[in-house]
């Protein structure tokens, strides 16, 4: 197939790249650098460089054959996204292409400005770039299931049948995000949906949890074609930062009390659900909310996990309690659906000590670089800067 994928530099974009263009699909892969610049900006850079997008494509090309052809522009910008759209004619569009931080949006007014127009704008110029100029291709969206928030209920798999005063109608499932980020997140997918009912469109909307680890076997051909990797406190995710704090002798950041729950997946089952995703692609006029994560866990529990397995291998590990910088529940129900993917055939990687002992592992070999002035959070959720 014919694949665009926007952000094609990120965390996400980088190694899904890799995965399509190695099963032989032509990929087409699309980035403006914005998470570069943002980290750079805001002192977060990650822990290791990784090359730019025409350089890894070489490296890749190199290591196994396989070209990814690389545009460098602004998914913004909709004269770029009219004249990608209508050379390249995907039959499959994977938009990745957001600022992806929550406390980057909550920083300050330039900061939540340009998430709020950089995330719309994005998606909004893929569903009218689709409508003009491949009308026919399925487009893949990078949601995320800080869309549903905690709500004191069941989370279902983006719809919710509601039934009022005798008469009953499925409704997409209520929605209320605790991050401006997230928030964005929800606006996508209100736009999505009217244009699906209007203009036909095929969505498959990815409601993801916080990926975890860097190894996918693309990457191992060359380390210089490993993901980015944040353990910063605006890009990186939470288990993702507690392997760095536990190499690093740094006490594991409990935001609050603790009992924030989430649900985890690995960086490999990202690519495996988007594959499975694209291997079944919705009918024209379709709208598919998928819930992307395979396991559920709250803050402590995680962080009990990386001490049991960081001690046995001699780290030595704390673990703190710190005032929460989020303003959040810390303490809630919290039950998600996740059948979807399991009925598309996902054979999900589970985090077990084994593997949390290998990304410690692999973390180390990186202590060297390990910069502990990036691990305290620094964007408070209540501040209006
Ligand atoms: N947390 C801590 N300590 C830390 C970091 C985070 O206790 O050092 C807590 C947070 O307060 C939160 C939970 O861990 O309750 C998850 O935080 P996170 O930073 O791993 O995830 P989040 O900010 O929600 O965002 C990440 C990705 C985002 C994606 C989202 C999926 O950055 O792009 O959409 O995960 S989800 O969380 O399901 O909405």
Redesign the pocket.
Known sequence: MRILILGGDGYLGWPSSMHFANKGHEVWSVDNYLRRDIASETDSDPLFPNPKLPERAKIFEAACGKKINVVEGDCADFEFMSELFEKVQPEAVIHYAEQ????YSMRGFDEASLTLDNNLKATFNVIWAIMKYAPDCHLIKLG????YGTPNIDIEEGWLDVEHKGRKQKFLYPRQA??L??TT?VLDTDLLWFYVRTHELRVTDLM????YGFITPEAEMDDRLKPNFHYD?I?????N??LVQAVSGTP?????K?G?T??YLDIRDTLQCVELALKNPVEKGEMRILNQ?VEQFS?NEMADRVKTVGDHMGLNVEVKSIP???K?AEDHYYNAANTGFKELGLKPHILTDDVLAEMLGQVADYKGQIDKDKIM?RVSWNKVA
């Open positions: 992806p931080s929550a406390p995320t299931m800080g869309e605790g991050s980020y997230h997140k993801q949890g916080p990926v406190d890009f990186g995710t939470l288990i930062r507690f594991l950041t409990v935001y609050g603790g924030q989430r649900g994560f803050v929460n910088p989020r959040e959070p």
